[in-house]
């Protein structure tokens, strides 16, 4: 039995949630590198699911590209440095969602994270002449 795409990116949001934070507390043992850069990529994945679960049936270069978009808006808004975001951005809830400072390690990160999740998602839904669906 398939998934429908709402519920498989119900259950991938919720996977992105808990291995993030997992990674973030360092309750995840991963090399310097991968725990570095991984809930950044986990972020982007989470935008792109929560992307499809609210439009689950648009396309997936639609909802790639606007959780893409999203992503960027995101981290160039850490641009902009005024004290009532760096308010927010000074609580764990809005440290996690916004971030504190642009960096271009992020950018990367969030295409990969999207692009990760797209091809995941293509796999998923892909006819296969595997199991003849």
């Not at 951005?89 to 960096?103: E, Y």
């Amino acid at each position: 039995m398939i998934l429908s795409r709402r519920r498989f990116a119900f259950i991938l949001a919720i996977a992105c949630i808990v291995l993030g934070l997992g990674i973030r507390a360092g309750l995840v043992p991963l090399p310097a590198l991968l725990s570095t850069y991984a809930p950044d990529v986990l972020w982007a994945m989470l935008v792109f699911f929560i992307a499809i679960f609210l439009a689950p049936r648009q396309p997936l270069t639609v909802v790639a590209l606007a959780a893409l978009g999203f992503a960027l808006m995101m981290e160039c808004s850490q641009l902009y440095q005024a004290p009532w975001i760096n308010g927010l951005r000074d609580t764990r809830i809005g440290g996690l969602l916004l971030g504190h400072v642009f960096l271009w390690s992020d950018v990367a990160c969030y295409t990969s994270g999207i692009a990760l999740a797209t091809g995941l998602t293509c796999a998923a839904y892909r006819p296969s002449k595997f199991t003849g669906l």
